[in-house]
C-alpha cells in the first residue's frame, strides 16, 4: 500500500469513528435513564421544594419507566444537599433546589466546596417560591410596621429567623437597614423553625408559604405579608412587602432541576422537557400552585437567565450588608 492510500484510509477511519462518536450523542439522552434516578434536596419533608419534587417525582417515574427517589439533606445552609450532589458525580444523582440556597454562598462562606457554573448545570426552572413574613398566631402584631415597631420597643427579646440561604441573607439586611435588635436563630430544617412560630418560641419568620398554610389555616400562625414586589394572585387578600412599605423584605427564588458537571447540553435538553411537560400538567400544576408556589417551567436558557438575574439581586443585598464575595 503506497503512502498516499494509507493516508486516506486512515483519514477515513478517523472520519467513520468521529462520525459514529456524533451519531452515538443522541443515543446518550435517549437511552437515558438506565437506573433509578434520584432527586437530591436541601430541604425537610413538607417543604415547597420538596412537595414539588414529589409530584413531579411520581409523572417522571411513569414517563421514564425508573423509579425517581426524593432525598431530603436539610442542614449546613444547603451545602449538604450541594455536596451530597457533587460528590455521587453521576449523571442519575440531580439536585432539586432553590436558588436560596445557594446564591448567598459566594458572601457567607469563606471556602465554597463547589464552583456554581462548573458544577450545577442547569435542566430546567419550575417554579417561583413564594415566601411569607409569619408570627405567632396569638401575636398582637398585624402587619410589618407592627413587628417594626414591637422590635423597636422592647430590642434583644424578639427571636426572628429566616429561611437557609437568600431568605436569611435579605432577613440580616432587612434588620440591619430598619436598624432592628432582634435574636437571630438558626435552624437545620426551617419546617421545624415553622412549629416553633406557632408555640411562639419564635416571633418572626420568613419561609416559603408552602410551609405555613395549614398552620395559618388552624390559626397557629399569621402571615402578615408575602416577600414579593407585588401581590400574589394565589394570595390576593395578603399585602406584599412592597405594599406595605418594606421592600428590603423581597425576596425572589427559583427551584430548579440540575445536572452535573459535564452533562451534555443535549440531554439536559430533553431532561428539561421532560420536566416542564410533567410540571404543566393541570393537575400537577394545581397541586403546587395549591402549597403556595408559581408555576413557571422553563429550559437549561431560562433557568441560566433567571440566575444571572438573581445573582445581581443578591449582590445588592450584600451590599448593604457590607458584604464581599469571599
Known sequence: MTKFNTLICGVLAASVCLFGMLAAQPAVAQDWPQRNVRLILPFGAGSATDIAARLMGERLTARWGKPVVVENRPGGDGLIAINAFISANDDHVLLYASSASFLAHPYTQEKLPYDLERDLAPIARVTDTVLSVSVPGS??????????????????????????????????????????????????????????????????????????????DAGKVRIIAIAARERSPLFKDIPSVAEAGYPGLVVETTAGLYGPKGMPLELRKRIGADVIAAAKDPAITAKISATGQDVR????????????????????VARILGMQRK
Open 297 to 316: 417551567p422553563g429550559g437549561p436558557d431560562e433557568l441560566a437567565a433567571t440566575l444571572k438575574a438573581q445573582s445581581a439581586n443578591t449582590a445588592a
Open 139 to 216: 401575636s398582637p402584631v398585624k402587619t410589618v410596621a407592627d413587628f417594626v415597631k414591637a422590635a423597636r420597643v422592647t430590642p434583644e427579646k424578639i427571636n426572628a429567623a429566616g429561611a437557609a440561604g437568600v431568605p436569611e441573607f435579605t432577613l440580616d439586611a432587612f434588620l440591619k437597614s430598619e436598624n432592628l435588635k432582634v435574636i437571630k436563630v438558626p435552624y437545620r430544617d426551617i419546617v421545624q423553625a415553622a412549629r416553633d412560630l406557632a408555640e411562639d418560641r419564635i416571633q418572626f419568620l420568613l419561609s416559603s408559604v408552602a410551609i405555613m398554610t395549614a398552620l395559618a
